[in-house]
């Protein structure tokens, strides 16, 4: 069997993000289906509102509507839309001027095809059903209505009153953000999971320093070369140290409390990270003598947790000079 | 402040790594490359110094598991930036200069095959205004090409050139992913990828590390007949608001090859190696660089032919460096990019003496 | 022109706490920049480079947060460096900051860490289930829980050291303005008492997870001529040792040591215990301080906790440590290795004000990351180094 092994690997969370003065008026205006920029201290209105003056470095005071409508200034198309972008089928992001502002923002606009866009169309807002203060308040943009009828230059931007909106202004968005990915084993690893898959725990030797290393590392960490010497150690060892986990948090797999201990094996010179069950936990001993238990066989696959447990087997432990070097 | 130059360079570009994401799997054959050219071993690095990203990997701290290429005990004096190894270089540089090493080893590494880079990367966005829309960095790259093919700047013959350019340079080179003689007309013929760039005008997404060797004054000379001397490095950035930049400028790489003006800047470069990451994007830096049609650009066919994230930066030094060493060029240019459409960027002059 | 002169010429630090949902991640930053800056009686014109540092990422969902927060940090047309060494950072970050000061390539850098954890999870960014690994640790404290044990056994340590710590620990902090965690009645008995979260680690021996940034500015002898009251720079080191390795000591790690070794020959130092008035030190659970204690040459193997025991590490001792309140009272991961860095330049700078350690000259800054093997210190001064 060649190759190395793959698994996928989501890292996902819904970020709670707080917002700040600034971009607090920037999407409390979104709720209210409204889009605010910030008059920049050479005059300019900047949309979306920057936090810092450019120049000043000072956060912005004052505060203007702008759009709904504006031009576009530039766009392109997205032929292969990737997950959680504003629109599932092809769109196409683009910068647009909004009435009243001096800078574009980025959004999307809604269009069938590429041959529907052109710099320097106008567009409008269009927003979901129940804005929460938050960029995707704007569903997308879409082509303004032809029969609407705007002057060019027509629109004004309204100075907006410095005291805050009376409803209670938007102070965080969530932001869920989700990636997946391919996770590969190094092939030392792919050859210890293997290994695992058939119940044989294969370590591997320094041809350099002749020490022993389960799992593998990717080279050898003293001397930096691979790890070649592949040798199989037995299922039993000790336990070096460890410690009791009382604490649950997000993501735990394993239901707390339970013994987190660094198992020796008979042969390795590193000890690497396991549960222990069948002893309570304050019988668990440094230098305890622990074996492994093994699922059933027919639910092994390439893992570490095809051993479930270590378990103590009774023997005397091992003397603490013998290990004190492991810890 | 002392003359460094860099004595060694290696690389591996491969268009999908099998292996796991740390990449240590191709730093070992690397290091080792690099000793063996050197004459080195281990402790003969005072400083290592790497580039690379959690984000790429979808691991935090990845690049932790990498310091297992280097072979770290005895304990070694060793730091890591999260951005393009150009920057790690950048710091092994600065050590080198004040006398605090006399060597430097620094590296990079990407594996961008693990995930989907061009969504990865809207990361790197405003997380509040932009980053929710999951701008891709290709749609961001193509809404500056448009600007600029709108505005006269440049046409798609130009960007086509580009590419072919590249892609018969890279022929040459044996890391290159993409490679080969094409033509512009054919290119032009290529359907529209995210309009107005087709999929040529993007760099591939491959993966890849590299390696340069940075070395003081005797101690290069000790090392290699002709080292390349570091004759001048600058960076600067921009801010990344989309709206308040002129994309179809360079700022920073124009700030930072002004700063270079103290040592003679870019001019009488013969080569120049730079990351443009999208066709239109080396004709921006040519133009911010005041690159003459006499300067071999991207000899190596750049990262049009191969772009291993977090390394490519590094490689651009090494491709020039060794056109240094090797004496085919006597004043060659270095550049790397960090962020969406060219927002940092970094400049390193190499030269060879007689 | 070998290295020059470098020294601290402002501190700033924002009011660490759970959850900052008052500001951005931005105006997180800014709020310890903005303090720092005017502490240094300087602008943003004045700032030649800036250099961030902060943890993973993922903790708050952005990909190499310098790049949208150039501008807020007054970044634009300027270099600008993101340095990412695990915990250590905020350390390590300082001292790439100070190394561009004494190569002599800038005039004035303000390095800045962040970490605004609560917009995700703390332990949950630890602890993200990585195909192919055993998922049995619990974040940090499961990490290092095991070898505190290791510690107490070799050095044959009493168990009550850790809560003595930790009740000085957040006493420190009550004197401290900026700190996350203000509990007046923790003494060792209530720390003894706390539950046990990673046995031996109990609930109170452990540090927070705050949102919290942290920046200096450092100049050079021009820049620093300037201020009243410089922290000058009299030393730095950083040493790396691999992760897992036969041969490692997870109690006592040969980096930390090695790095200790070479900061106290770089900065002159023969007798650290006699010669520095003042450590801030990374302690984010309760019984590094010991362990530390002997990995930084404070005393002999076996017995810095001799030294806690004693009470000497309380302000007012022999070798005050952290006399801020420390990493177990304000803990914005990647900020706090600074702010260990910039507590002891406020000690020799006679701005640590209710918390200030009487007539402090010399102190030192340490920080640690990822398992025990990234290590980043600094000696800073109120006399210029000796020649």
Redesign the interface.
Known sequence: MTGTLHAPLRVEFDYTRSLGPVLSRFMTGLRDRTIVGARASDGRVIVPPVEYDPLTHQPPTEFVEVGPGGTVSTWSWVSEPVPDQPLEKPFAFALVLLDGADTPMLHAVEVAEPSAMHTGMRVTARWVEEPAGHIRDIACFVPEDDASVVESGGFEARKLAPQPPEKDPVSGIVTPVRLDYTYAASPEESRFLRGLEEGRLLAQRCPKCHKVYIPPRGACPVDGVPTTDEIELPDKGIVTTFCIVNVPFLGQRITPPYVSAYVLLDGADIAFLHLILGADADEVRMGMRVEAVWRPREEWSTTIENIDHFRPTGEPDADYETFKAHL | ?RDVAVVGFAQRQMREM?????C??LL?PI?AELFESTGWT?SDVDF?CSGS???L?????S?????????????????????DAA?AM??AW??I????ADTALVYGFG?S????L???????????????????TV??A??????GL?QGQWDEKEMASVVARSRASGADNPYAVVAGETSVDELLAEQ??????RKHDCAPVSDGAAAVVLAAEDRATETVARPAWITGI???????????RD?TRS??TA?AAAALGGSGGVNGVDTAELYAPFSHQELILRRELGLSDSVSVNPSGGVLCGNPMFAAGLVRVGEAANRVMAGTSDRALAHAT???AL??NLLCLLEGRS | MGKQLAAVIGVGQTHHRAKREDVSIAGLCREAVDRALEDAGVGFDDIDAVVLGKAPDLFEGVMMPELFLAEALGAVGKPLLRVHTAGSVGGSTAIVASSLVQAGVHGRVLAVAFEKQSESNAMWALSVPVPFIMPVHAGAGGYFAPHVRSYIRRAEAPEHIGAMVAAKDRRNACKNPYAHLHQPDTTMESVMASQMLWDPIRYDETCPSSDGACAVVIGDESAAASVTNPAWIHATAMRTEPTTAAERDQVNPQAGREAAAALWKQAGITDPLAEIDAAEIYVPFSWFEPMWIENLGFSVEGEGWKLTESGETEIGGTLPINPSGGVLSSNPIGASGMLRFAEAALQVMGEAGEHQVDGARKALGHAYGGGSQFFAMWVVGSERPAA
């Open positions: 402040m099998e292996g796991s994401p740390t240590v799997e070992v290091f281990k290592w990203s959690d984000y990997a979808g691991r935090s701290f690049f932790v598991s990498a310091v297992d290429a280097i072979g770290a005990l005895p304990p070694v004096v060793e730091s890591h930036v999260e951005m920057w950048y710091e600065v050590k200069s004040m006398g605090e594996k095959s693990a995930g989907q061009r969504r990865t990367l809207a990361l790197q966005l405003d997380p509040y205004v932009l980053g929710p829309l999951w701008p891709d749609s961001i193509a809404l500056q090409a448009r600007l709108e529209m990828y995210a309009d107005p760039l600058e960076h600067r950035a921009d801010g990344q608001s989309l709206g308040l994309l700022p920073s700030g960090s962020g969406p927002q940092q």
